[in-house]
């Protein structure tokens, strides 16, 4: 069975930074592609940005720019690298992939407040 865990989140005031990572054991990992959705209360949950198997990637337009995903195939590990924050920002932020397959792990929040 399948477990992603996402772990890194925490409190940050704006124009910080935060690094994610997702940690997916037990998937085959290197074939799919992957990305990070954000849920802000009262709100669906978004894919923010995704990356293919070939390492290409994609950013919604709310964090072009500022966000950096990437991937370690040896570690089946995905990471989210949040530059220049925005209150904006806070959500729950999840990795799966793209679309979801895998059960949905717990996430890990972000808050952006100064």
């Known amino acids: 069975q399948v477990q992603v865990v996402e772990s890194g989140g925490g409190l940050e005031q704006p124009g910080g930074s935060r690094r994610l990572s997702c940690a997916a054991a037990g998937s085959r990992f290197s074939v799919y592609n992957w990305g990070w959705y954000r849920q802000a209360p009262e709100k669906q949950r978004d894919l923010v940005a995704s990356?293919?198997?070939?390492?290409?990637?994609n950013y919604a337009d709310s964090v072009e720019g500022r966000f950096t995903i990437s991937r370690d195939s040896a570690k089946n590990t995905v990471y989210l690298q949040m530059n220049s924050l925005k209150p904006e920002d806070t959500a729950v932020y999840y990795c799966n992939t793209v679309p979801g397959i895998y059960n949905w792990g717990q996430g890990t929040p972000v808050t952006v407040s100064s």
């Open positions: 990356i293919t198997s070939g390492g290409s990637t």
